[in-house]
């Protein structure tokens, strides 16, 4: 398995500008979760799904963030619009019921100028 | 909001030296997990240990859990230069699918 995949690696946008990360789970697995890693702020817990249905989304800082899983295989998480202050890495990772722990992607590392 | 707190915020160590750090928690868990984080890349699962466990091991890696301190710890024993990595303790709530919340870490430096 290729793991967790994500794309892009690297975004660099102007402020205003909509930007969406995309997130590929393990196959078989039934939660996804998308984390936000700030040096201030840490790993913060935006949303997650269960079999493609979202579970908890009290982590999503603004009605500007919007994430949606139309199957079990791709989700994605929408800025619109985007400003300085959402730069940060953000984090997918799945995990199935009984497993032991989650499996990450690399991270989106997203850049707002 | 943050469930756990690493501590040492940072470490640095001698290549072939134990490192020891710890995590508080402040409520009940089901159980608590520890990710490894190297630089520019993901977290990686290393260790679950549910609530009614009171140590685990896995390799050179120690888990201990005080669930009447609320505490736990991890060693890691003969430490290398790979080792270098920011370590983060997780804490569930729920069952081990479930959300899990993130501790700010811990930043081991192991010098060669």
């Known amino acids: 398995d290729a793991g967790v995949i994500q794309s892009p690696r690297h975004e660099v946008t102007e402020m205003g500008q909509e930007v969406t990360l995309r997130c590929k789970p393990i196959?078989?697995?039934?939660?996804l979760f998308w984390y936000r890693q700030t040096m201030m702020r840490g790993l913060e817990l935006l949303i997650y799904?269960?079999?493609?249905?979202?579970?908890?989304d009290s982590g999503m800082p603004e009605d500007r963030f919007s994430a949606k899983m139309p199957n079990a295989s791709f989700s994605t998480l929408k800025i619109q619009p985007s400003e300085p202050r959402d730069s940060a890495v953000y984090f997918c990772?799945?995990?199935?019921?009984?497993?032991?722990?989650?499996?990450f992607g690399s991270g989106t590392r997203l850049t707002v100028v | 909001s943050q469930q756990g707190e690493e501590d040492p915020q940072a470490l640095s160590i001698q290549e072939g030296e134990n490192a020891t750090m710890n995590c508080s928690y402040k409520?009940?868990?089901?159980?608590l997990q520890w990710y490894r984080q190297n630089s520019g890349r993901g977290l990686v699962h290393l260790i679950l240990?549910?609530?009614?466990?009171r140590e685990k091991h896995s390799g050179r890696l120690r888990v201990t859990l005080d669930t009447s301190k609320k505490s736990s710890s991890l060693l890691i024993t003969a430490s290398r230069a790979a080792d270098t990595a920011s370590y983060f303790c997780?804490?569930?709530?729920?069952?081990?699918?479930?959300?899990?919340?993130f501790g700010p870490g811990t930043s081991l430096s192991v010098i060669p």
């Open positions: 990772a799945s995990t199935i019921v009984g497993g032991k722990g989650y499996t």
């Open positions: 196959s078989g697995h039934d939660y």
């Open positions: 799904f269960n079999n493609n249905v979202p579970i908890d």
């Open positions: 409520t009940s868990i089901n159980n």
């Open positions: 240990i549910r609530s009614n466990e």
């Open positions: 997780a804490t569930a709530p729920g069952p081990s699918y479930d959300k899990v919340i």
